[in-house]
């Protein structure tokens, strides 16, 4: 997606006529003039032939930063990768990876008025990929706008469609990558682009930055659902 400037998200924030005089969600508007600001690209569903760069991770300092550790959410994890039959400890490594941005509901719902196709909640999964995992796992009651407030509904559909990932994989494959490696591509990168790293093309630039953001969080991933 195209750049948007500072002062372009501060000249569309008044033109909402929501001032800078906001006080306590002032922080919302900057995580979301960041987001609007860098490329996107850690989400669920994609399947993209060029990738754009990779989003820099939000500053530590940030006031949502102690809501950020997805390992809070340790046991919807290990519940939710065992009912898909998905390892719990892949599951977290991509809560991690995509613990890029806030996933304050609020900010969430400020985002969707400038991507109305944006990826939702803590998975970071697109509508058109939630829609398709909810008809194949019986949870079609289910709407893809609930993702910002429901965790555990965004850990549900993650788990699934790592399942339906790795029911994808191809049966020859050029061994330069690891099975779970393969999945965050996929998670990452689409389908098409993880067969066709499975069958030997190499990574773009995206997918290779997501996998080494997979091998930096894989231990912690491990410590947080092994403490459960």
Request: charged share 20%.
């Amino acid at each position: 997606m195209q750049r948007v400037g500072w002062w372009t998200c501060i000249a569309i924030w008044s033109n909402m006529g929501m001032g800078l005089e906001t006080g306590r969600n002032w922080w919302r508007w900057l995580a979301a003039c960041a987001l609007v600001a860098a490329a996107t690209g850690c989400s669920a569903g994609r399947d993209a032939a060029t990738e754009p760069a990779a989003p820099s991770a939000p500053a530590s300092d940030s006031p949502s930063a102690d809501d950020q550790d997805p390992g809070r959410f340790a046991a919807q994890v290990i519940n939710r990768a065992r009912e898909a039959g998905v390892d719990p400890q892949l599951v977290m490594a991509i809560l991690y990876n995509e613990s890029y941005k806030p996933h304050d509901p609020d900010t969430e719902r400020a985002w969707l008025q400038f991507k109305p196709d944006a990826a939702l909640g803590v998975a970071n999964m697109h509508r058109a990929t939630f829609d398709e995992v909810k008809a194949n796992h019986g949870f079609t009651d289910r709407d893809w706008l609930q993702l910002p407030d429901d965790p555990d509904l965004a850990i549900q559909a993650a788990s699934w469609y790592l399942h339906d990932l790795s029911a994808s994989l191809p049966d020859q494959r050029s061994g330069a990558h690891t099975t779970e490696e393969l999945l965050a591509v996929g998670y990452n990168a689409g389908p098409g682009n993880m067969r066709a790293v499975a069958k030997g093309t190499s990574p773009g630039p995206q997918a290779q930055n997501y996998l080494d953001r997979l091998h930096d969080n894989w231990d912690k991933a491990g410590t947080a659902v092994a403490n459960r």
